[in-house]
């Protein structure tokens, strides 16, 4: 299965528990690779029949930045079902990490993977 990612998207987004977390928008820096089959768009050279990067990545920033989610956990599963809503993705794994949410560390966070039900 072919890949597309997308390496290291910024996002500002409410997340977490605590009333700081919950009171301004923070870093939320997230992984994403998408598995598909990229040969008729390799063939085509056509961008109808491939995975659009930029609208994906457009969406998922719109999400992180307005889901004000609890959990990373959980803005992780959104992201997961915003990836297979593009018919052409067959897997998706997602990072996502709060850059400085522990102290002595660069960053915290999940990663999930999840394939397309059959």
Do not use: W
Not at 49 to 67: L, P, Q, S
Not at 79 to 89: A, D, G, H, P
């Amino acid at each position: 299965m072919d890949k597309v990612f997308i390496k290291d998207l910024t996002a500002r987004g409410i997340i977490g528990i605590n009333p700081d977390e919950r009171a301004k928008p923070q870093e939320i820096l997230i992984n994403i690779t998408l598995s598909a089959d990229l040969s008729k768009a390799g063939n085509t050279d056509d961008l109808a029949d491939t995975v659009n990067y930029r609208t994906i990545a457009k969406k998922i920033m719109a999400h992180a930045e307005t889901a004000k989610r609890f959990t990373v956990e959980a803005l992780a599963m959104d992201i997961v079902r915003l990836c297979l809503e593009e018919e052409r993705v067959q897997k998706v794994s997602v990072r996502v990490e709060k850059p400085g949410a522990v102290r002595f560390s660069r960053s915290v966070g999940v990663e999930i993977e999840r394939n397309r039900e059959a």
